[in-house]
């Protein structure tokens, strides 16, 4: 059998928001966002606790936010500033683990060294680098502690704020069985819905429905889901993780026509600049791709290089690639997605591409 992991999963709380508060104190307790005009078709990239509270969340237009909440601050992006404290937290892990893989600039997994700083305490590794966020960068950040990954991740959610929660391997089987199936990796509140019809509302309620059925209602991600719900996951925290693409999508709740795929676009791009952002933009991007999934759940997608010359693609570059994809298939469509293929970093010389640990 092979040995049992622990993995810590730290995630900043309102990474952008706290950042800002760090640099105007007088913002504190007030309805906070980071994101672009509401004026201007700006959305929210993140917001304050009590701004949430209004019900503004990341990914929202900032126009609907600031109807949500009037009183409601939006400062512009300052990239510069949370790369930088996104390289100090990733330098304060780097002193408990040397198995680090960081997902995006607050956010990050490490594998628990017995030889380590903390002699092997998933608890106490997680507890000093909450301590040391906290004391030499000015933020919060929260943590999990697991002896599984997607565990670990949904564990530094539980007690958001300045949380941090443990699920040791006696508990991983409760825990999982009682786990609502929202919280599970990769299912947004169409597959929740779709589980939900189902009569699946708890993962206990996924093992009962048994692996075949679920294939048959979800396909293979049926079976990733039917894994997480026994609380298996085989995967490591990955060092030499690469990334290769980014993408968003949006499932419709009504099932768009070819004129009005064109019109989906700018929203779906604004959300794919801010992941963009959140990696740390040090990547070339290559190719762009669009996927569209049909009322009969047919799919299919489509990429082209992007000129050499240009830094971002232009609107109507995944404009023309989503009329071209929709020939093949020509019908109603309930999903868009748009998409980045990447390469080697933008900077420097040719070299593998790894989320680097210093200079996100
Ligand atoms: P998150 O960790 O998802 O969010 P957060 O840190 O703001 O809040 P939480 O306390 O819930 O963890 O993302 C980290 C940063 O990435 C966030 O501060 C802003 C940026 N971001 C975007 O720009 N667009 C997005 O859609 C999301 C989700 C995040
Ligand atoms: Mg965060």
Known sequence: ???????????ADCFFAALEIRQNPRLQGKPLAVGGDPEHRGVISTCSYEARRFGVHSAMAAKRAKQLCPGLIILKPNM?????????????LAEYSESIEPLSLDEAYLQVQHDSLCRGSGTLTAQHIQRRVHREVGIRVSAGVAPIKFLAKIASDWNKPNGLFVVVPEQVEPFTASLPVNRLP??????????????LYHCA??????LARMVAHFGSFGTQMFERAWGRDERTVNVERTRKSLSVE????????????????????????????????????????????????????????????????????????LVTAWHRIKRPVRLVGIGLRLGEESHGARQPIQLPLFSL
């Open 205 to 210: 309620d996924i093992r009962h429905f048994g």
């Open 80 to 92: 510069p500033l949370y790369r930088e404290a996104s390289a100090q937290i990733m330098s304060i």
């Open 250 to 321: 949006r499932t419709y709740s009504v099932d768009k026509q070819i004129h009005e795929l064109a019109a989906s676009v700018p929203a779906l791009m604004t959300d794919l600049q801010g992941r963009y952002h959140n990696i740390g933009d040090q990547y070339r991007i290559q190719k762009v791709f669009v996927k569209l999934k049909f009322d009969d759940f047919r799919q299919t997608t489509l990429e082209t290089a992007l000129p050499v010359s240009r830094a971002w693609p232009a609107i109507d570059s995944y404009q023309r690639l």
């Open 186 to 199: 990769g299912v947004g509140p169409v597959t929740a819905g779709r589980l939900h019809r189902c009569g």
């Open 1 to 11: 059998m092979a040995a049992i992991q622990k993995i810590v999963h730290i995630d």
